[in-house]
């Protein structure tokens, strides 16, 4: 289970808003075969995996990371091709929470014979599809809000000097997230501030961009803005109101910029999330800055937060930190992070954890 959880990581970034599957084919002790899920659309993993086996996989034991699919969507149903390959016994890590399956796929494969197992490593196959279990239980993008901070909580200094707070570890592994999400989310202020292109920049694997969201009630962010003129094959959405100016509307959609509009005077980010998942958007690397940061999560739209920290001190009471907005007022009330862990990057540490919405 350990390596099919593995091949399923081969997906990472390619299979949204499908999940990451792996599957191994074992028979005398012996791995046979292996497989994974390489794209949405794609075979599935235990079908790659029956299909890549050069000798007969009747009699052996698949393991499997979700439960094989009972339905016909983009491809026919696994377990159909597991029963007809004369697969004896299968060991799931977890039951698919697509409730299409959920529970079905065991089923079917324990009345034609097939001795089935489940449960095997189940924490850290749920922990590996995260982003896919919240997309077909909450039917919501997951959020993961990112900032890089100063020791002393800033992320720039009193002059709005940012680059760079953290070092190339850390900025590096920050790009291998972008290739994993489906999009990457900012608002106006940081486009007028940086002129980001929000791309993804790997060193050894060619990487594929994000969706690029930008957060601007007031449709203030200019049209010369890279995010809107890069050579990115990943399309840019605009978040904005109805106060929008309609010009300027009508030229960012003739450049092939999406305009997604709410109502009032902010963007309500939660009907944002409605609209996201409606466009297949599974997963969205929230980065900054502090005054979107505090508006997501006073929305209560963000699942998970990653903060690198530098050990650099920059001080000055105005210098941004990563959540503006006014704060709460009693430390009783103070957001709490669950399961928090910890890495190190170079001499940055990153403490990562989730939010109970
Ligand atoms: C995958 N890859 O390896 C497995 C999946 O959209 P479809 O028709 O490809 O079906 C997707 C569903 O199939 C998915 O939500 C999950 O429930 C199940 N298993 N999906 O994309 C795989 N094993
Ligand atoms: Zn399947």
Avoid: Q
Wanted: hydrophobic residues 40%.
């Amino acid at each position: 289970m350990k390596r099919a959880i593995e091949l399923a990581k081969k997906g990472w970034g390619r299979t949204n808003p499908n999940p990451l599957v792996g599957a191994v084919i074992v028979k005398d002790g012996k791995i046979i075969s292996e497989g994974f899920h390489e794209v949405v659309g794609g075979s599935h993993a235990e079908v790659c995996a029956i299909n890549n086996a050069d000798t007969s996989v009747a009699g052996s034991t698949m393991y499997v990371n979700l439960e094989p699919c009972s339905h016909y969507g983009r491809t026919p149903p696994c377990v159909k091709a597991i029963i007809e390959a004369g697969i004896k016994k299968v060991v799931v890590a977890m039951i698919d929470p697509n409730p299409k399956v959920s529970g079905k796929g065991v089923n079917i494969l324990k009345e034609a014979g097939v001795e089935v197992e489940v449960g095997v490593m189940e924490k850290e196959a749920k922990a590996l599809n995260e982003i896919f279990i919240n997309y077909v239980v909450n039917k919501k993008p997951f959020v993961i809000m990112k900032t890089a901070m100063t020791l002393d909580g800033k992320i720039a200094t009193f002059t709005g000097s940012s680059k760079w707070i953290t070092g190339t570890e850390a900025r590096r592994y920050v790009h291998i997230i972008r290739d994993r999400v489906s999009a990457i989310m900012v608002g106006s202020n940081t486009v007028i501030k940086d002129n980001p292109f929000l791309t993804t920049r790997l060193e050894n694997k060619e990487g594929k961009d994000p969706v690029r969201i930008i957060v601007d009630g007031k449709g203030i962010v200019p049209e010369d803005s890279n995010v809107f003129n890069s050579s990115s094959k990943a399309p840019a959405i605009l978040a904005t109101t109805l106060s929008i100016d309609k010009d300027k509307e009508k030229r960012l959609t003739e450049k092939g910029v999406k305009i997604i509009k709410t109502e009032g005077e902010h963007v309500d980010l939660k009907l944002l999330m409605d609209e996201l998942y409606k466009i297949n958007i599974d997963s969205i690397l929230l980065e900054g800055g502090g005054t979107l940061n505090s508006y997501a999560i006073s929305s209560k739209i963000v699942d998970k937060v990653m903060f690198f920290i530098a050990p650099k001190i920059v001080g000055g009471k105005n210098a941004v930190t990563p959540v503006e907005g006014c704060g709460i007022d009693k430390m009783e009330d103070a957001l709490e992070i669950k399961n928090v862990s910890v890495k190190e990057f170079g001499n940055d540490i990153l403490i990562e954890g989730y939010l109970e919405k």
